[in-house]
């Protein structure tokens, strides 16, 4: 059993940067893939990035791609986002996500386990 607890959610402006974080509980964190959703209000929840077990690979959806970076410390059993160059339409609720396979991919189906998710705001 894992639980996800996200932090770093806020306020921030067009143009702007906010870096979550998703701190992990559980001995086999290491051993699981990580995702990033997100949900805007009236939207279904869409993928915004993973990173496989060792934090050697990673996938964005296109979106974000050369704003955001997923990145992962298993020693801490942390996984982050960092979103630069921020865009209102990035507003919505972020989850972090783990799944118990060594790679995951896009679909929320995919993942076993989630946090209870953090507002990302930007203004314009």
């Known amino acids: 059993q894992v639980q996800l607890v996200e932090s770093g959610g806020g306020l921030a402006q067009a143009g702007g940067s906010l870096r979550l974080s998703c701190a992990a509980s559980g001995r086999t964190f290491g051993s699981y893939a990580m995702g990033w959703f997100r949900q805007a209000p009236g939207k279904e929840r869409e993928f915004v990035a993973s990173i496989s077990w060792s934090g050697g690979s990673t996938y964005y959806t296109n979106s974000v791609k050369g704003r955001f970076t997923i990145s992962r410390d298993n020693g801490k059993n942390t996984v982050h986002l960092q979103m630069n160059s921020l865009k209102p339409e990035d507003t919505a609720v972020y989850y972090c996500?783990?799944?118990?396979?060594?790679?995951?991919?896009?679909?929320?189906?995919?993942?076993?386990?989630w946090g209870q998710g953090t507002q990302v705001t930007v203004s314009s």
């Open positions: 996500a783990a799944d118990r396979e060594l790679y995951s991919g896009t679909s929320p189906r995919e993942y076993d386990y």
